[in-house]
């Protein structure tokens, strides 16, 4: 496993072999295993199973999936080679549906390889392509953390939900990146981690990246989060996104929930993320939100919790009403929508 003084990066690129490494996510906290995809497929289940997970980190896994497609691609022509590589992003599309990162990372890869004329000249691109946007999204992260840590007061209680830390980024993460910035900036942080139902991404994934780091963190079920709310126990609230629309944030199914309640009981609700999560022109009825399986819900514990019969209704994601979000703190600074889209757009076009 790799020690707390290394960054922990799920997602690496391998040139030379050439690979994907990731950290199997779904085995932790039991074991941390790291796993190689060779190939678009291979990626492509990783993706699927969550083993990679977490809106950035998607971004960054499709950037090199289309990197990995061009590396080991045999095509002999021009036309080939760019047919086989439109066909491994349309696979990795097809994946997961809502986190907009994911369409960022392929297209923008996609976009630099099409630009070329040689295969030869293609294949670097992709690479340099796919290493500019991991390498990004670091600098990315880091910008929130700090822009996020100086609207926090010098100790402060902030629940979080699910997990929008260096597991679902390339490093330091977005929620969990203000809350590194803070401890780094000597800010006494207590963290309470919603465990979010039903893959627990909150209790396996945060409390285990946050406890490697040294951070004070404790679990609780999502259901506890109003009590603790009511009971003055949490100043803060920051959560990550997987696609922010012109009046929605879409994040972890729960997080609608934690907004509401935030509100009621004028706790602010902060909202961390890159501007690659922005998808300012769609409107929240314009998206698709990932149904997952019953069996996520059916079963606990490798025990089943529902009869046969029983319907069951998992979505993976909600929507939360930008008029519930206090700020959403981007490497640009915080933001508040509607007030602030044509800011975001002037950015966005400039970039
Ligand atoms: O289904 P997941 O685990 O990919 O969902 C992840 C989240 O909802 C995160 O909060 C979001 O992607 C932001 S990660 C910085």
Known sequence: MQSSDTPLRPVTFHQDIPAIRFIAQTRLPEEYVE?????????????????????????????????????????????????????????????????????????????????????????????????????????????????????????????????????????????????RSAVQAGISVQVYACETRPLLQGARLTSWELARDGIDVTVITDSMAASLMRKGMVDIVIVGADRITKDAVFNKIGTYMHAVCANAHQIPFYVAAPFSTFDEESEEADIIVEERSREEIAYFGGRRTIPDLVKVYNPAFDATPVSLVSGIITEHGIFRLPESLSDIRAIRQRS
């Open 35 to 179: 796993e190689s995809a060779y190939d678009i497929d291979r990626l492509a289940d990783a993706i699927r199973c969550l083993d990679i997970r977490g809106a950035p980190a998607l971004g960054v896994a499709g950037a090199y999936g289309i990197a990995l497609a061009a590396l080991t691609s045999t095509a002999l022509d021009l036309d080939k080679f760019r047919q086989e590589i439109s066909e491994a992003a349309d696979l990795l599309r097809s994946t997961r549906p809502t986190a907009v990162n994911l369409f960022y990372g392929i297209n923008r890869v996609l976009t630099a390889v099409e630009q070329e004329q040689t295969i030869s000249a293609a294949k670097d691109r992709a690479v340099n392509e796919a290493d500019a946007v991991a390498d990004e999204d670091s600098r990315t992260c880091h910008a929130i953390g700090e822009h996020g840590q100086k609207i926090l007061p010098q100790s402060c209680r902030i629940l979080t939900h699910c997990n929008a830390g260096a597991l679902a980024c390339r490093e330091w993460g977005t929620a969990l990146g203000v809350i």
